[in-house]
């Protein structure tokens, strides 16, 4: 993966925590009504009385219905970046329905391993340290390298420091 998409992933991922892994909101900037509608059903799909996902307009790449320039018509979407800003496009006469094709490119721009609550839960809880779609053993060993230590990995409440807190919240995602 280049350097650029790893530093966006690790922003993306850094936004979609909030509190202590008990809801997620995704910073996205859906421009009109429908395709706001299409990204806010997507979410909808992915929530769960555990972990809520909404969606928070309040940054992240912006997401268009079109662009400036013609698609290839066997193009669902594509990523561009427009004096620094990202941004995801959607074809309107592409080969996916507008709500497919949200969830395929949401899924590739946040790494979920499939359009799932289950899916999204493991990689948005915070937990999955590593980022490879499972919460395993080597997230716990990431997070006990770092136990004692300031605003590393494994932070998991946001409170700058990895410590029994944050093991407790891992310990609740993790299934062995």
Known sequence: MKRAAKAHMALVLLALLVGMADAASLKLRPQGAELTRAVQAALAALST??????????????????????????????????????????????PLPLAEAVRAELTRELGLAAWTP?????????????????ID????????????????????????????????????????
């Not at 969606?55 to 997401?63: E, F, K, N, R, W």
């Not at 698609?71 to 990523?79: E, G, L, Y």
């Not at 990689?123 to 980022?131: E, P």
């Open 49 to 94: 009385k555990e972990l809520p996902v909404t969606l928070d307009t309040g940054g992240g790449p912006v997401l268009t219905l079109g662009g400036g320039a013609p698609f290839n018509p066997d193009v669902a979407a594509r990523v561009i970046v427009v004096n620094g800003e990202r941004r995801i496009e959607f074809n309107p006469q592409g």
């Open 118 to 134: 289950a899916a999204s839960r493991t990689r948005l809880s915070g937990a999955d340290l590593n980022g490879d779609g499972k």
């Open 137 to 176: 053993l080597t997230d716990l060993a990431l997070l006990m390298n770092n136990y004692g230590k300031a605003g590393t990995v494994g932070d998991l409440n946001q409170d700058r420091k990895v410590d029994d807190a944050d093991l407790r919240l891992f310990s609740a995602q993790y299934k062995p």
